[in-house]
């Protein structure tokens, strides 16, 4: 295989990982009923003027399964870091005891699992829909390179088969991220 072909096909691969690894940051966001400090991860607070990361001006932790407490550096945040988790809309109710930042983790209903499935779903058509894309752009680049058309017969079925094993790998992922949240 001439060394053009290898280039594209490498190409093709690094789009595709990418896509599976932003599916995988999507699934860390959807919560499957237990807390985490990933759940906080959007949340941005006002610090002194500028939009800042949560993590960045507090301790998230997790002590238990129900459970996810906001511990902020400096004690004048309290009010700032409720109001970002507010504004971030993740449906907690954030309680502050003057220290620290509680926040209890309701259970899932059976509705609430349902649609989480269909968004990770949706993700799941997002990363598919990227890694067509790039096999789409690997299959044009394979059609302007100057190469004979057994080569570029061989390229595509190539392409075809990193971008199935890539399909597979996002419904794996799903089928996954779909068990963990339907299970109560």
Do not use: C
Not at 68 to 78: A, D, F, G, H, R
Not at 89 to 102: E, H, R, S, V, Y
Not at 129 to 150: C, G, L, P, Q, V
Request: proline fraction near 4%; charged fraction near 30%; avoid cysteine.
């Amino acid at each position: 295989m001439n060394e053009d072909i290898q280039f594209i096909l490498d190409t093709a691969k690094e789009s595709m990982d990418a896509a599976i690894k932003h599916l995988e940051k999507q699934f860390i966001n959807i919560r499957a009923g237990k807390a985490s400090p990933a759940m906080l991860g959007s949340v941005m607070v006002d610090y002194y003027g500028s939009q800042t990361p949560l993590s960045q001006v507090a301790n998230v932790n997790t002590p238990d399964g129900r459970t996810i407490t906001v511990q902020p550096w400096e004690k004048n945040m309290l009010q700032e870091i409720e109001r970002g988790i507010m504004y971030a809309n993740l449906g907690f109710n954030p309680m502050n005891n003057g220290d620290t930042i509680i926040i209890n983790v309701p259970p899932l209903t059976e509705e609430r699992r349902r649609d989480l499935a269909k968004q990770a779903k949706a993700e799941v058509e997002d990363a598919k829909i990227s890694i067509r894309t790039a096999r789409k752009d690997a299959n044009d680049d394979i059609k302007k390179s100057d190469i004979s058309e057994d080569l570029e017969k061989n390229a595509e079925a190539d392409v075809q088969k990193l971008t199935d094993s890539y399909v597979l790998k996002a419904d794996a992922l799903f089928e996954v991220k779909e068990k963990e949240i339907m299970t109560v």
